[in-house]
């Protein structure tokens, strides 16, 4: 069966990218920031902010969507705020691009995490001694190394972003054009008699999309590996 794909199918694949891409961007250098900070600092409230940082991938997305509808809506706390100068999230793109960074936020941070946790910390006081200062050693010495773990975190959240679905169809809905992304997108098909066929052709980009990024990220984990002498 070729795919075939039609211009609407087609508008929720590029929507779905585009969210993933920006919501991906958006996350990543914070994720980079919480990672850090949890591998190798030790503060009151460490664990506090470890289950913060985890709490979206235990909660149901339902619910992550409706904190998001409470916070971020025209009436929420944040959302009234920001409409005044014209920002909106709810049942817009963005919306969707802040529900699928959410998501994809502690799966990020894991990644990057375990790419801190594994440099070897004499090859920063080696570069210590040498005199190197700690912003120097931070951008010179330790993030080439978890390099590798960045970009396979960046990769499983794109992964992540690019399959949101309870909370987006929550805090933004499934507009056609608008935000309606692949998940949504074959929700709304199963509802209409005779949809089988599109479905079908959106879950075959689904499954070769969440593929690609898997492996992309087991050989950057593999690198990874290589590099500090694990493998």
């Given at each position: ?41 030790r503060f ?22 409706y904190l ?59 570069a210590a ?103």
């Amino acid at each position: 069966m070729t795919l075939g794909l039609g211009p609407e199918e087609w508008t929720a694949i590029l929507l779905s990218l585009r969210v993933a891409l920006v919501a991906t961007l958006a996350a990543l250098p914070v994720a980079i920031w919480i990672a850090y900070v949890l591998a190798r600092k030790r503060f009151f409230g460490r664990q506090l902010l470890n289950g913060l940082v985890h709490l979206p991938l235990v909660l149901p997305p339902v619910v992550t969507g409706y904190l998001l509808l409470v916070v971020f809506g025209q009436q929420g706390a944040v959302g009234g705020f920001l409409a005044q100068f014209g920002i909106s999230f709810a049942f817009r793109w963005t919306g969707a691009a802040l529900a699928a960074a959410i998501m994809a936020f502690p799966l990020m941070v894991r990644a990057i995490r375990l790419g801190f946790e594994a440099v070897d910390p004499g090859l920063e006081d080696a570069a210590a001694t040498l005199g190197a200062s700690r912003w120097r050693i931070l951008w010179t010495v330790t993030l080439p190394l978890v390099l590798p773990g960045i970009l396979a975190g960046g990769i499983l959240g794109f992964a992540k972003a690019l399959g949101e679905f309870g909370a987006t169809i929550t805090f933004v809905a499934a507009i056609p054009g608008q935000t309606q992304t692949i998940p949504t997108a074959i929700y709304g098909l199963l509802q209409v008699p005779g949809g089988e066929p599109a479905v079908l052709r959106l879950v075959i980009v689904s499954v070769i999309l969440a593929m690609g990024a898997l492996l992309i990220s087991e050989w950057l984990a593999r690198r990874m590996a290589k590099r500090i002498g694990r493998a």
